[in-house]
């Protein structure tokens, strides 16, 4: 998967268009359409931003470590059951 197609599956996931995403990062639809076609460099801040304005640290947290979004993301959720389960005891 490519960073500019998570870039876009972040957002989407948040239920935000690209002309939200732009409004709160205060940058031009056009460029938040460069940076999903990996046209336009992402700047760290503006990764943190985007991370925080469709909270995805999931998706942030699986890019540094290297593994599979979907995967980190189905083990989050185990994880999150199990913690439900143990807690009804």
Do not use: C, P
Not at 52 to 77: M, R
């Amino acid at each position: 998967m490519s960073f500019g197609r998570v870039l876009r599956q972040m957002r989407k996931n948040a239920g935000l268009s690209q002309e939200d995403m732009a409004l709160e990062l205060h940058m031009s639809i056009s460029n938040i359409s460069r940076l999903e076609t990996e046209k336009y460099e992402l700047k760290a801040v503006d990764l943190m931003k985007w991370v925080n304005i469709t909270q995805s640290q999931e998706t942030l947290a699986a890019l540094v470590l290297g593994l599979d979004v979907a995967l980190l993301q189905q083990a989050l959720e185990a994880t999150a059951t199990l913690v439900g389960f143990i807690s009804i005891f």
